[in-house]
């Protein structure tokens, strides 16, 4: 047992059973992971576990450890506090990184001055301000602020400005175009323009119809009293606020103030996107990218994601939305209710939800799907980046032994659909970007598994290897070549990928060794733990969870399976719509049915004419039909 797990594991009775918070150290001192538990020596066991039996990535954080500590707190909510304080402050590798976390613009309304300022800022440290956003664009918040003002003519000039218009007894552009109510020059008294100041900061927090209501009322009074020019500037105003209105979509009814989180992962990374729903109106929008170093599942990637969004100056409301609930979700509720005292001295519980069914869940899928493509974008900007992609493949040529950069790379996905329709794909990435001219398909006999079928591509494929060979009839073009010849291979590739483990990597390296191909390097990237594996080797090579390398896998990994999944749908609907199209009284919207219920021709022959006569729209009459004339 010994040789099975690292030397400083402690003795079990050594751990406490309370709750507390545990801190995974560097040979140097460093701290690599911090963790909490509500039962210390539960949680810690799960690390000195055999390693042969620990996910990959944690068996590597555990293994660059030198020892472990622990520190014992009174309940699971000091635990928490704990954990995300020393998170914080010593920034440990091996938990869930944030990155591209720009600096994103507020509107703040400066409430603790003698003359309060509304302005656009990046930071959250005036004192006595109050904060909305943050969005994503500092253009959006000035064309809010420019109508606003006309509705209330509050300060927004600088200090100096302020100061200057005040010795000199004249106010400046602002303040004679009637988008200032001048306290500088006392048009105003102070109060009077605090008293706006508070009204713009009430309608920026949800009280919009209230106001437009209010200047409705007083329009029509000053019209009535004849005073037009009044009901003129009146009616400015309501529209500027109407406008204002119009810019921020009504999404839910006016007593609303929620956020609502979003999360898109994967393996290696996610992507969060933060929507802040204040007077059922979206005010502001937030994302950024999660750089995943362990294995973590969505409902602590939430917990993760609220420490971030919320660790600062923002201020949590009531109510969030989340995708899923961390297990420890009264604790996280306790904390934010605490963040949100500290903020702006708000009382009253935070409860963290997952939205089921109305206008919150619409709203809720709205923001996933931004998270989303957040997350596409942010891998597709990664791996087109110059600086990154050859950092990648300078990082795959070290981790994989090879004499060169693998300059052109084949990535090779089998997909079928419970064994039948089997086809295969190849993707072509030359100096990390794809050559989607050059991408391949194939279509592989039902009677083979995945091995096999991996197998029976690269054999196809190595076969003409040469660069004078013309592509095998059976291997099905992406496009016709515009001079009407056959299309070639055009080079000699480097590195071959499959999309496997050790089985699909072994067939593979059979193919090569029967065609006697010695100089074309081979690799499989297996799913689950994003491991590659090399042919003849018991052990995966581990690349960092936040490489570009690892980035450049996955991503040809992905398009070779999007590439035959599409190509494998294409020849399903083909094959099943060719069989079906001649027989009287089934139409394109019944083939779609049959495809739905049955899949491919081959499942549809097996079926009684019972069994079709079962799907919506389709009598017994027809299904007996159907069913004879497959077997005729």
Same mark, same amino acid.
Request: net charge neutral.
């Given at each position: 047992?010994?040789?099975?797990?690292?030397?400083?594991?402690?003795?079990?009775?050594?751990?406490?059973?309370?709750?507390?918070?545990?801190?995974?150290?560097?040979?140097?001192?460093?701290?690599?992971?911090?963790?909490?538990?509500?039962?210390?020596?539960?949680?810690?066991?799960?690390?000195?576990?055999?390693?042969?039996?620990?996910?990959?990535?944690?068996?590597?954080?555990?293994?660059?450890?030198?020892?472990?500590?622990?520190?014992?707190?009174?309940?699971?909510?000091?635990?928490?506090?704990?954990?995300?304080?020393?998170?914080?402050?010593?920034?440990?590798?091996?938990?869930?990184?944030?990155?591209?976390?720009?600096?994103?613009?507020?509107?703040?309304?400066?409430?603790?001055?003698?003359?309060?300022?509304?302005?656009?800022?990046?930071?959250?440290?005036?004192?006595?301000?109050?904060?909305?956003?943050?969005?994503?664009?500092?253009?959006?918040?000035?064309?809010?602020?420019?109508?606003?003002?006309?509705?209330?003519?509050?300060?927004?000039?600088?200090?100096?400005?302020?100061?200057?218009?005040?010795?000199?007894?004249?106010?400046?552009?602002?303040?004679?175009?009637?988008?200032?109510?001048?306290?500088?020059?006392?048009?105003?008294?102070?109060?009077?323009?605090?008293?706006?100041?508070? =009204? !713009?900061?009430?309608?920026?927090?949800?009280?919009?119809?209230?106001?437009?209501?209010?200047?409705?009322?007083?329009?029509?009074?000053?019209?009535?009293?004849?005073?037009?020019?009044?009901?003129?500037?009146?009616?400015?105003?309501?529209?500027?606020?109407?406008?204002?209105?119009?810019?921020?979509?009504?999404?839910?009814?006016?007593?609303?103030?929620?956020?609502?989180?979003?999360?898109?992962?994967?393996?290696?990374?996610?992507?969060?996107?933060?929507?802040?729903?204040?007077?059922?109106?979206?005010?502001?929008?937030?994302?950024?990218?999660?750089?995943?170093?362990?294995?973590?599942?969505?409902?602590?990637?939430?917990?993760?994601?609220?420490?971030?969004?919320?660790?600062?100056?923002?201020? $949590? $409301?009531?109510?969030?939305?989340?995708?899923?609930?961390?297990?420890?979700?009264?604790?996280?509720?306790?904390?934010?209710?605490?963040?949100?005292?500290?903020?702006?001295?708000?009382?009253?519980?935070?409860?963290?939800?997952?939205?089921?069914?109305? =206008?919150?869940?619409?709203?809720?899928?709205?923001?996933?799907?931004?998270?989303?493509?957040?997350?596409?974008?942010?891998?597709?900007?990664?791996?087109?980046?110059?600086?990154?992609?050859?950092?990648?493949?300078?990082?795959?040529?070290?981790?994989?032994?090879?004499?060169?950069?693998?300059?052109?790379?084949?990535?090779?996905?089998?997909?079928?659909?419970?064994?039948?329709?089997?086809?295969?794909?190849?993707?072509?990435?030359?100096?990390?970007?794809?050559?989607?001219?050059?991408?391949?398909?194939?279509?592989?006999?039902?009677?083979? =598994?995945?091995?096999?079928?991996?197998?029976?591509?690269?054999?196809?494929?190595?076969?003409?290897?040469?660069?004078?060979?013309?592509?095998?009839?059976?291997?099905?073009?992406?496009?016709?070549?515009?001079?009407?010849?056959?299309?070639? !291979?055009?080079?000699? $590739?480097?590195?071959?990928?499959?999309?496997?483990?050790? $089985?699909?990597?072994?067939?593979?390296?059979?193919?090569?060794?029967?065609?006697?191909?010695?100089?074309?390097?081979?690799?499989?990237?297996?799913?689950?733990?994003?491991?590659?594996?090399?042919?003849?080797?018991?052990?995966?090579?581990?690349?960092?969870?936040?490489?570009?390398?690892?980035?450049?896998?996955?991503?040809?990994?992905?398009?070779?399976?999007?590439?035959?999944?599409?190509?494998?749908?294409?020849?399903?609907?083909?094959?099943?719509?060719?069989?079906?199209?001649?027989?009287?009284?089934?139409?394109?919207?019944?083939?779609?049915?049959?495809?739905?219920?049955?899949?491919?021709?081959?499942?549809?022959?097996?079926?009684?004419?019972?069994?079709?006569?079962?799907?919506?729209?389709?009598?017994?009459?027809?299904?007996?039909?159907?069913?004879?004339?497959?077997?005729?």
């Amino acid at each position: 047992m010994a040789e099975n797990t690292v030397s400083y594991r402690p003795k079990a009775g050594e751990i406490p059973t309370q709750p507390g918070v545990y801190r995974f150290r560097d040979p140097q001192g460093r701290i690599l992971y911090v963790g909490k538990a509500k039962n210390l020596r539960a949680r810690l066991s799960n690390y000195f576990a055999p390693l042969p039996s620990l996910h990959e990535r944690t068996r590597r954080m555990v293994t660059t450890a030198a020892s472990v500590e622990w520190t014992v707190v009174g309940s699971e909510f000091e635990a928490l506090q704990l954990e995300f304080t020393w998170i914080k402050e010593f920034d440990p590798p091996f938990n869930v990184q944030f990155r591209d976390d720009k600096s994103y613009p507020y509107l703040a309304i400066t409430l603790g001055d003698d003359v309060p300022r509304v302005m656009v800022t990046r930071t959250k440290s005036i004192k006595g301000a109050r904060y909305f956003g943050p969005y994503t664009k500092v253009w959006a918040i000035r064309e809010t602020v420019d109508l606003m003002l006309k509705a209330f003519p509050m300060r927004s000039c600088s200090d100096s400005t302020y100061k200057r218009a005040e010795q000199a007894g004249r106010p400046c552009l602002l303040g004679d175009i009637g988008k200032c109510a001048a306290p500088c020059v006392g048009r105003v008294t102070k109060e009077e323009h605090k008293s706006i100041a508070l =009204d !713009f900061a009430s309608f920026m927090a949800g009280q919009d119809t209230r106001y437009v209501a209010l200047l409705t009322e007083r329009m029509m009074t000053a019209a009535a009293e004849q005073d037009y020019e009044s009901a003129a500037r009146l009616r400015d105003q309501r529209s500027a606020l109407e406008t204002v209105l119009s810019k921020n979509s009504i999404v839910l009814s006016d007593s609303v103030d929620v956020d609502i989180i979003g999360i898109a992962h994967d393996e290696l990374a996610a992507a969060v996107q933060q929507f802040v729903v204040r007077g059922g109106r979206i005010r502001g929008v937030r994302g950024w990218v999660v750089d995943k170093e362990l294995d973590v599942e969505l409902p602590e990637l939430v917990e993760s994601v609220l420490q971030n969004a919320y660790g600062d100056d923002s201020e $949590p $409301p009531r109510r969030i939305i989340v995708p899923a609930l961390p297990e420890d979700t009264s604790e996280l509720e306790l904390w934010l209710a605490g963040r949100r005292w500290e903020t702006s001295g708000s009382h009253g519980k935070v409860t963290l939800q997952v939205a089921k069914r109305g =206008d919150l869940a619409s709203l809720a899928q709205t923001v996933e799907t931004n998270a989303k493509h957040a997350l596409m974008l942010y891998k597709t900007r990664r791996s087109g980046d110059f600086v990154a992609r050859s950092q990648a493949l300078a990082d795959i040529q070290e981790a994989l032994g090879m004499p060169d950069a693998p300059l052109r790379m084949e990535c090779y996905d089998v997909s079928h659909l419970s064994g039948t329709n089997i086809v295969a794909s190849m993707v072509v990435f030359e100096d990390g970007l794809p050559r989607k001219d050059q991408y391949r398909r194939f279509s592989i006999p039902e009677s083979t =598994d995945d091995t096999e079928s991996i197998y029976q591509t690269l054999r196809r494929r190595l076969a003409h290897i040469s660069e004078e060979a013309v592509v095998s009839d059976s291997a099905e073009e992406l496009t016709a070549p515009r001079d009407g010849t056959s299309r070639r !291979f055009a080079y000699r $590739p480097n590195l071959l990928v499959v999309d496997g483990g050790q $089985p699909q990597v072994q067939a593979a390296a059979r193919a090569l060794r029967e065609l006697g191909i010695t100089d074309i390097h081979l690799c499989g990237i297996a799913k689950r733990l994003e491991e590659i594996w090399l042919p003849d080797s018991d052990y995966p090579v581990i690349l960092p969870r936040n490489s570009d390398a690892l980035f450049l896998f996955q991503r040809m990994r992905d398009e070779a399976h999007r590439f035959a999944i599409t190509y494998q749908r294409q020849r399903r609907k083909r094959d099943i719509g060719t069989v079906l199209s001649d027989i009287p009284g089934v139409g394109a919207s019944r083939v779609k049915l049959l495809l739905k219920e049955f899949g491919s021709v081959t499942r549809l022959k097996a079926a009684s004419a019972e069994q079709i006569a079962e799907i919506r729209g389709i009598g017994p009459v027809l299904a007996e039909t159907i069913h004879r004339r497959l077997r005729e």
